[in-house]
């Protein structure tokens, strides 16, 4: 490889890398948008975490743990595909497909999306908690 | 004119540096167990897809190569390939081992990985500390054959990939920093005096951060902190010797601190701080080391 090549691929990358940046291209893996926490969160405003939970066959209320192992998404996934979740609540379908495969012998009948609320104030914590139901499935 | 001259062969001279070839093979063996550690406990996610495929949301790279949801028999193919590959770059950097091994076990590394790292990154979810680890793996493969023990020879095939490393580490704190800019609407400002830090403890709590999460000063002294850190990562390229290694492990210092904080390691981008490392002088220090050990021991008896 001749060192003019390489000097091109080098400076062709660093530019994709820029341009991600200043497009936000969060897509452009590896070379994507460097935004892990990047977003100025409102210092006075509310902090949601999404979580899931179930009821089994036998009436027993679970917790699924969002993570790819327990429940083939994570939390953060889960929150992306809300809007889409809202629209299809069987989606989650795939999630109590992995649970229960994680848990032989456990069924689940209905699946619950809930959140917590944090109020924040000037960059700190500032209130207890609030929790609200955001959607519940009833699995078939 | 030859002003001119010198400036362009210094730029070109800096993309394309020589640096020593046994270093090559130190940061390829750091980034093969890094890859092996990767697959095995931190983005070991990609095994576990092949249940939710509706989730599937690729990254252009994966639209690219027509990627399809991955399937059980693709991760365990993916994951096998990494550890083959792994355990062929390893081995591969003693000089006994035919060149073969660690130029088609490089190869298999780099094709297995990024797949797998691709496909990781398709779920929704993208992570930043995987860009100089994922670009690294395949760059390394350009490097030609090289060997722990070949010392402080030094060449322009081995220098650019490590240079890219080198560049791409730091482009991971200073590039983030850039893109702390666009988000915030161009106001670091903005950022700085933000709640982000507050809402990333709230979102990952833990015993140390829910101590600091309800003082705003120190959040905000924080953020302020972080921001300096990530503009200085270039200093890497203008400092040497001992100052550099102050530098890196100040960075180490940093991601142990987010790690006991957040629960976020960072480990792809930790590991490729090795680039920067003087890995080529280990195998004379530790014979000089042992020599040292001998002379003592001969002196004794």
Same mark, same amino acid.
């Given at each position: 490889?001749?060192?003019?090549?390489?000097?091109?691929?080098?400076?062709?990358?660093?530019?994709?890398?820029?341009?991600?940046?200043?497009?936000?291209?969060?897509?452009?893996?590896?070379?994507?948008?460097?935004?892990?926490?990047?977003?100025?969160?409102?210092?006075?405003?509310?902090?949601?975490?999404?979580?899931?939970?179930?009821?089994?066959?036998?009436?027993?209320?679970?917790?699924?743990?969002?993570?790819?192992?327990?429940?083939?998404?994570?939390?953060?996934?889960?929150?992306?595909?809300?809007?889409?979740?809202?629209?299809?609540?069987?989606?989650?379908?795939?999630?109590?497909?992995?649970?229960?495969?994680?848990?032989?012998?456990?069924?689940?009948?209905?699946?619950?999306?809930?959140?917590?609320?944090?109020?924040?104030?000037?960059?700190?914590?500032?209130?207890?908690?609030?929790?609200?139901?955001?959607?519940?499935?009833?699995?078939? | 004119?030859?002003?001119?001259?010198?400036?362009?062969?210094?730029?070109?001279?800096?993309?394309?540096?020589?640096?020593?070839?046994?270093?090559?093979?130190?940061?390829?063996?750091?980034?093969?167990?890094?890859?092996?550690?990767?697959?095995?406990?931190?983005?070991?996610?990609?095994?576990?897809?092949?249940?939710?495929?509706?989730? @599937?949301?690729?990254?252009?790279?994966?639209?690219?190569?027509?990627?399809?949801?991955?399937?059980?028999?693709?991760?365990?193919?993916?994951?096998?390939?990494?550890?083959?590959?792994?355990?062929?770059?390893?081995?591969?950097? @003693?000089?006994?081992?035919?060149?073969?091994?660690?130029?088609?076990?490089?190869?298999?590394?780099?094709?297995?990985?990024?797949?797998?790292?691709?496909?990781?990154?398709?779920?929704?979810?993208?992570?930043?500390?995987?860009?100089?680890?994922?670009?690294?793996?395949?760059?390394?493969?350009?490097?030609?054959?090289?060997?722990?023990?070949?010392?402080?020879?030094?060449?322009?095939?081995?220098?650019?990939?490590?240079?890219?490393?080198?560049?791409?580490?730091?482009?991971?704190?200073?590039?983030?920093?850039?893109?702390?800019?666009?988000?915030?609407?161009?106001?670091?400002?903005?950022?700085?005096?933000?709640?982000?830090?507050?809402?990333?403890?709230?979102?990952?709590?833990?015993?140390?951060?829910?101590?600091?999460?309800?003082?705003?000063?120190?959040?905000?002294?924080?953020?302020?902190?972080?921001?300096?850190?990530?503009?200085?990562?270039?200093?890497?390229?203008?400092?040497?010797?001992?100052?550099?290694?102050?530098?890196?492990?100040?960075?180490?210092?940093?991601?142990?601190?987010?790690?006991?904080?957040?629960?976020?390691? @960072?480990?792809?981008?930790?590991?490729?701080?090795?680039?920067?490392?003087?890995?080529?002088?280990?195998?004379?220090?530790?014979?000089?080391?042992?020599?040292?050990?001998?002379?003592?021991?001969?002196?004794?008896?």
């Amino acid at each position: 490889m001749r060192t003019g090549w390489r000097l091109l691929v080098g400076l062709a990358m660093l530019a994709v890398l820029v341009t991600a940046q200043l497009t936000r291209g969060d897509d452009w893996f590896p070379l994507g948008t460097l935004g892990q926490y990047a977003y100025p969160r409102d210092p006075d405003g509310v902090v949601v975490n999404t979580y899931l939970t179930a009821t089994t066959t036998t009436g027993e209320e679970v917790r699924i743990g969002l993570t790819a192992r327990s429940a083939g998404v994570t939390r953060v996934e889960l929150e992306v595909a809300l809007g889409d979740l809202h629209d299809d609540p069987s989606m989650l379908a795939g999630i109590a497909e992995v649970w229960e495969a994680n848990h032989p012998g456990v069924e689940l009948a209905t699946m619950t999306v809930r959140q917590t609320l944090h109020q924040m104030a000037d960059g700190a914590l500032a209130a207890p908690p609030e929790e609200r139901v955001v959607l519940t499935w009833e699995v078939p | 004119m030859s002003r001119v001259r010198a400036s362009t062969a210094a730029f070109v001279r800096w993309w394309v540096p020589a640096l020593p070839r046994a270093r090559v093979a130190w940061v390829r063996a750091a980034i093969a167990v890094m890859a092996v550690l990767d697959v095995r406990y931190f983005l070991s996610s990609t095994d576990d897809r092949a249940a939710t495929p509706e989730f @599937f949301d690729p990254v252009l790279l994966a639209r690219w190569l027509h990627l399809p949801p991955v399937t059980a028999t693709i991760a365990t193919a993916l994951l096998v390939g990494v550890h083959v590959g792994a355990v062929g770059v390893l081995v591969g950097g @003693f000089r006994r081992v035919p060149a073969l091994v660690q130029h088609a076990a490089g190869a298999l590394l780099a094709v297995a990985y990024v797949l797998w790292v691709v496909w990781g990154m398709s779920y929704g979810y993208v992570a930043h500390d995987h860009m100089a680890i994922t670009v690294g793996v395949v760059l390394l493969t350009t490097a030609g054959t090289a060997r722990y023990g070949d010392g402080e020879g030094a060449d322009a095939a081995a220098g650019w990939p490590l240079r890219m490393i080198q560049v791409l580490t730091v482009m991971t704190y200073t590039g983030s920093v850039l893109a702390k800019y666009v988000v915030s609407g161009g106001s670091l400002l903005r950022w700085a005096t933000s709640g982000t830090l507050a809402w990333a403890f709230i979102r990952r709590p833990n015993d140390l951060n829910q101590v600091l999460v309800t003082n705003a000063l120190v959040m905000r002294a924080a953020q302020w902190g972080a921001l300096a850190l990530e503009l200085s990562a270039p200093l890497a390229f203008v400092l040497r010797g001992r100052w550099r290694a102050l530098l890196v492990v100040g960075f180490l210092g940093f991601h142990l601190t987010t790690f006991l904080l957040l629960g976020i390691h @960072f480990l792809p981008t930790v590991v490729c701080w090795s680039a920067f490392v003087p890995f080529e002088r280990v195998p004379e220090w530790v014979r000089a080391r042992l020599a040292g050990a001998g002379r003592l021991v001969g002196s004794t008896a």
